[in-house]
């Protein structure tokens, strides 16, 4: 089984994570048509029907799939690494402070830095269930969900740098970094993943314009 990141399960984590960890590579390596719960069985090694048991249902399996993605997508960012709006880096008189737009440029940067070099078959696999769930309505609520679990965070931020519009300009960002994701992973650069530093430029460019030159 090819991954991005060796799966928790596999350290001893619960079958549930083994199998939708495996559920996801199996995505990425054969796309929607080579997931089936024989094929999890296989490629995880567990007995015939463990699968089954666990999801009964393929609706069952991908939502464990979506719910899963979502859990190891949030891990490109630490709550130590994420600046927290009323907190440090963003505690400032008018909440328009250049460091603090740095500090988020940086956080941004580095959670995007991480995705494209290190969760390149999860992307695809992101991908994979991204056009099943327009399919698939019982599908793209679990997967609207999810995605609101990193929108949410995002215009918070916007909010304490001083956007006068944060939820557009959040899905502005969210834009721009999932145009850079699928071209990282499966676009024409994907063999020319973007460093750190250049990241960091984009976000505080496109940062700046939204909360304006006083930042």
């Keep these: 089984m090819t991954a991005d990141q060796t799966p928790a399960a596999r350290a001893g984590g619960s ?7 495996t559920a996801l590579a199996l995505l990425a390596e054969r796309g929607m048509r080579g997931l089936t719960h024989r094929a999890v069985d296989e490629a995880a090694g567990l007995p015939q029907g463990s699968t089954s048991n666990h999801a009964r249902t393929r609706a069952a399996l991908l939502a464990a799939a979506v719910r899963r993605l979502a859990e190891r997508e949030a891990r490109v960012l630490t709550p130590g690494e994420m600046p927290h709006p009323g907190g440090s880096p963003l505690d400032t008189a008018d909440g328009r402070n250049g460091d603090a737009l740095d500090a988020v440029a940086d956080a941004l940067a580095l959670a ?15 991908y994979e269930l991204a056009l099943e769930a327009t399919r698939r309505p019982e599908l793209r609520e679990f997967y609207d969900t999810a995605g609101r679990g990193f929108r949410e965070p995002l215009e918070s931020l916007l909010t304490a740098l001083g956007s006068a519009e944060p939820r557009r300009h959040a899905q502005s960002l969210a834009a721009w970094c999932e145009g850079l994701m699928f071209l990282c992973a499966a676009g024409v650069d994907h063999a020319a993943v973007p460093g750190r530093a250049a990241l960091r430029k984009g976000f505080a460019e496109l940062l700046r314009g939204m909360v304006g030159t006083s930042a």
């Design 15 to 21: 079958r549930a994570e083994l199998i939708a960890d």
């Design 112 to 126: 995007l830095h991480r995705a494209l070099t290190g969760q390149r078959a999860l992307l695809i696999a992101r």
